[in-house]
């Protein structure tokens, strides 16, 4: 079984930041792309950034150059540094891991979301 717990959501005010975490867990033999998502209300779900296992990253215009994403092989965990917040980015934010569990195929698994808030 594959589990990703997500962590760091919460209520900021403009311009605030914050940090998610995603930390994958279980059996798991290989980990490859890894994505954060957002969903707002009465809204699709978007890509907001996604980062490769060698590191290389992608950004939706929207956050280029105030969200960072990065992850720590070593621990099958994945961040998102979040800064200059905008009312705007509020939404419930879900991590996206495509991975190889063992003993399974290669699938993608979701978090269980977390929701940041940006509000005065």
């Known amino acids: 079984q594959v589990q990703l717990v997500e962590s760091g959501g919460g209520l900021v005010q403009p311009g605030g930041s914050l940090r998610l975490s995603c930390a994958a867990s279980?059996?798991?033999?290989?980990?490859?792309?890894m994505g954060w998502y957002r969903q707002a209300p009465g809204k699709q779900r978007e890509l907001v950034a996604a980062i490769t296992k060698s590191g290389s990253t992608h950004y939706a215009d929207s956050v280029k150059g105030r969200f960072t994403i990065s992850r720590d092989n070593a621990k099958n965990t994945m961040y998102l540094q979040m800064n200059s917040l905008k009312p705007e980015d509020t939404a419930v934010y879900y991590c996206?891991?495509?991975?190889?569990?063992?003993?399974?195929?290669?699938?993608?698994?979701w978090g269980q979301g977390t929701q940041v808030t940006v509000s005065s």
């Open positions: 279980g059996s798991i033999f290989s980990i490859y792309a």
């Open positions: 996206n891991v495509d991975l190889l569990g063992v003993g399974t195929l290669r699938d993608d698994y």
